[in-house]
């Protein structure tokens, strides 16, 4: 398989809830099999029927989690309803170590913190081409409920602002058109730099939501 200059630093993949980052995965994942992994990540919260140490995740004690947190073991963690989440370095390093492209899927907060440390990787940011094409997949999807949609919606703005912030990402995908989307993608997954979308003014993403 022909790999670019980017191959091995890992890949941070983040965007809007809906913007079809999912989507444009499970098609990577089904065309390369073998040659992406997700780290596997530290979580504090019980394992589900099924869920296998390692595999989903590495089930820890709150007390391990910080340990390791406080040892700087991280490269980004945070909490959600009442349980830790985080990516360790070493989760990271075992993936790259095996040749495989290591794709992290992360919330923005967790981009941020990925920032204040020596990862070096290349940060793609999917967005949607506008918040109410985002907005019609969220409902099209038929996971959330109107209120959630309406929250994920407002996040979706912090997030395309921040994405507006010079330097943020190295690319900018649009989702628009599926094809052409996932071809711009998979040159970026395949460690390839490739031009970025311009994204939609914001007072025009905002006149959206109100
Ligand atoms: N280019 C596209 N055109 C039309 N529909 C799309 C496109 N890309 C994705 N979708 C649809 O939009 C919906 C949201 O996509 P997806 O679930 O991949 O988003 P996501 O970014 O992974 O969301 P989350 O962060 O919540 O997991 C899905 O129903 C998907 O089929």
């Not at 820890?60 to 360790?88: C, I, K, M, P, Q």
């Not at 970026?188 to 914001?202: C, E, F, K, Q």
């Amino acid at each position: 398989m022909m790999s670019g200059p980017h191959w091995f630093r890992p890949l941070v993949l983040s965007g809007p809830s809906g913007s079809g980052k999912s989507t444009l995965l499970k098609r990577l994942f089904a065309e390369h099999p073998g040659q992406f992994a997700f780290s596997v990540s530290h979580t504090t919260r019980t394992p589900r029927p099924g869920e296998v140490d390692g595999i989903q995740y590495h089930f820890v004690s709150r007390e391990d989690f910080s340990s390791l947190r406080d040892r700087g073991g991280f490269v980004e963690n945070a909490e959600f309803s009442g349980n830790l989440y985080g990516t360790s370095k070493q989760a990271i390093a075992s993936i790259v170590e095996s040749g495989k492209r290591c794709i992290l899927d992360i919330e923005v907060q967790g981009v941020r913190q990925i920032k204040c440390t020596d990862l070096n990787p290349v940060y793609c940011f999917i967005a949607p081409p506008s918040l109410s094409i985002l907005r019609n997949r969220l409902i099209g999807r038929g996971t959330e409920t109107d209120v959630a949609v309406e929250k994920r919606l407002k996040t979706a703005l912090e997030e395309i602002e921040y994405a507006r912030l010079p330097g943020a990402h190295d690319h900018i995908i649009v989702n628009d058109d599926l094809d052409r989307a996932y071809g711009l993608f998979k040159s970026v997954a395949l460690g390839n730099p490739i031009p970025s979308d311009p994204l939609a003014p914001l007072e025009q993403a905002a006149d959206q939501i109100q």
